[in-house]
């Protein structure tokens, strides 16, 4: 059932609170949006609100953070992003146990428009030393990805969608920080790639439905979950690159510092010599429907079935 993986999360705040009784929720008056407002209403003792002042909200969660508690610092992306130098000297300085989470991730947010996007957020989180960053696929993995983040010692940051996002994982599913997830290849599975597609948060399904468009044209395309950003899991793209021609990332971010820049980097450091095609926004935003948006700025399933097949026969 499709769902924002922001949503995801506030039931997982919820749900969770009682096994995290330290865990405690910050917000810069954006509860409804954040999807924090039901975990404020039952635990009001344990829920902050700072107005719109996100570097005290930050700060403060540091000095939480110092002090025993698991905050949860909650704010759209592009806000939370605005706010770097508070988090490099607050948090990631201190190595505070904080966790950073930013909503309406991409394009993806639609009509609200180019200043409400955040779209050089994870290039600006993988700047930071220890930050580990976390962009689920689809509701399932939000959820588990909510638990991971809360037992885990260290600043994390969390990118979460508006928009809904279809299940891309079977129910059986897993999390593993750290690890990249295949989320469909063809069955019986191929022996020979022409490309796996790496995507991450919004793009994922988009990645599913080109590669299953592409299999009775006679292209076998396997798609990876990049759930996390950092680390980056530079151990399967070396078992990838084995059985495959070229790899494809897509991601709903600045083609600059995030997922594609990963993989690159990943790409050189292996010696690999397989090319890397990256699928990314180039410009600013813009307002519009989150799907004409993906398609003009080249994220939809028509534009990664070309990066995954140009100059092929």
Request: proline share 4%.
């Amino acid at each position: 059932m499709a769902k924002a993986t922001r949503e995801a999360f506030g039931e997982a705040l919820v749900s969770l609170a009682e096994k995290f009784p330290q865990m405690v929720v910050l917000d810069s008056d954006l509860s409804k949006s954040t999807m924090t407002v039901d975990f404020a209403k039952k635990y009001p003792q344990r829920h902050f609100e700072f107005g719109i002042a996100e570097s005290n909200m930050i700060g403060a969660a540091a000095g939480l953070a110092l002090y025993g508690k698991v905050p949860v610092c909650t704010s759209f992306a592009c806000f939370l992003i605005g706010r770097l130098e508070t988090i490099r000297v607050a948090v990631t300085l201190n190595g505070a146990n904080v966790k950073l989470v930013g909503t309406h991730a991409g394009l993806g947010i639609g009509d609200d428009g180019a200043s409400q996007m955040g779209l050089e957020d994870v290039a600006a989180m993988r700047s930071l030393p220890g930050m580990t960053i976390l962009q689920p696929g689809d509701a399932l993995e939000a959820r588990q990805a909510v638990e991971w983040m809360l037992q885990h010692r260290g600043p994390v940051y969390l990118r979460l969608t508006r928009q809904k996002l279809d299940d891309v994982h079977r129910p059986d599913y897993k999390f593993e920080c750290g690890k990249l997830d295949i989320v469909w290849e063809p069955e019986p599975k191929a022996k020979h790639f022409q490309a796996t597609v790496l995507a991450s948060g919004g793009t994922v399904g988009g990645a599913v439905n080109a590669a299953k468009e592409l299999l009775p044209k006679g292209f076998a395309v396997r798609v990876v979950n990049a759930g996390t950003l950092a680390p980056f899991d530079v151990d399967s793209v070396e078992d990838f690159a084995k059985d495959s021609e070229r790899f494809v990332t897509v991601e709903d971010h600045n083609i600059v510092g995030g997922l594609g820049s990963a993989a690159c980097e990943a790409a050189a450091s292996l010696g690999m010599g397989k090319p890397v095609v990256c699928l990314g926004v180039r410009e600013t935003g813009e307002s519009g429907l989150a799907a004409q948006l993906y398609d003009k700025h080249g994220l939809s399933a028509p534009h990664i079935m070309e990066a995954c097949i140009r100059n092929l026969s």
